[in-house]
Antibody, heavy 120, light 110 residues
Framework: QVQLVQSGAEVKKPGASVKVSCKTS????????IYWVRQAPGQGLEWVGK????????DNAQKLQGRVTVTRDTSTSTVYMDLSSLRSEDTAVYYC?????????????WGQGTLVTVSS | QSVLTQPPSASGTPGQRVTISCSGS????????VFWYQQFPGTAPKLLIY???ERPSGVPDRFSGSKSGTSASLAISGLRSEDEADYYC???????????FGGGTKLTVL
């Protein structure tokens, strides 16, 4: 069965960087985009970025432009989300999700989420 | 537009029919499919409705979706206690060049 398994919770200081991983299995890795979506405490969902595992091309949310980098390792079917210059408002649960279409909000499988806490 | 507009809360008694609205614009709902997600506390969202009104296998037919113009709705009939959760609408946004989510609606079963 399709699985997306994320790395564990992180606590970081303001200005630091964090790298969250999402290991996929149960399907052909290059057949589906992987998206990153975050959810601040008590808040709604917000798109962070996406990657095409086939060629590594990415698109990121404009408000995070320059601070977020999404990469992939095809040998391990793993996607990574790197967020730099962390601020308190980046505190959130970060989810990876498998996209069933490159131009739709269509996510059929999600990781379990990774809590990133930014605090001095 | 930073989020699609949903009512923050909705409620109903067991057996009732409840609808949750989702309002957007021509750059998102008006020109793209709408999706609905169900989320329980401490867990990841789960796909509930895709392409406006389709249900993934395993989702009860008590859940239905519709879309008209720049608005969409999720209807839950025969409300059950286990339906108590947060519900999010989502659509691709052409201006954002990415998915846009609603602010979420917390459904309470009284």
């Amino acid at each position: 069965q399709v699985q997306l398994v994320q790395s564990g919770a992180e606590v970081k200081k303001p200005g630091a960087s964090v790298k969250v991983s999402c290991k996929t299995s149960g399907y052909t890795f290059t057949n589906h985009y992987i998206y990153w979506v975050r959810q601040a405490p008590g808040q709604g969902l917000e798109w962070v970025g996406k990657i095409n595992p086939t060629d590594g091309r990415t698109d990121n949310a404009q408000k995070l432009q320059g601070r977020v980098t999404v990469t992939r390792d095809t040998s391990t079917s793993t996607v990574y989300m790197d967020l730099s210059s962390l601020r308190s408002e980046d505190t959130a649960v970060y989810y990876c999700a498998r996209g069933l279409s490159s131009l739709a909000a269509y996510f059929d499988n999600w990781g379990q989420g990774t809590l990133v806490t930014v605090s001095s | 537009q930073s989020v699609l507009t949903q009512p923050p809360s909705a409620s109903g008694t067991p057996g009732q029919r409840v609808t949750i609205s989702c309002s957007g614009s021509s750059s998102n709902i008006g020109g793209n499919y709408v999706f609905w997600y169900q989320q329980f506390p401490g867990t990841a969202p789960k796909l509930l409705i895709y392409r406006n009104n389709e249900r993934p296998s395993g989702v009860p037919d008590r859940f239905s979706g519709s879309k008209s113009g720049t608005s969409a709705s999720l209807a839950i009939s025969g409300l059950r206690s286990e339906d108590e959760a947060d519900y999010y609408c989502a659509a691709w946004d052409d201006s954002l060049s990415g998915p846009l989510f609603g602010g979420g609606t917390k459904l309470t079963v009284l």
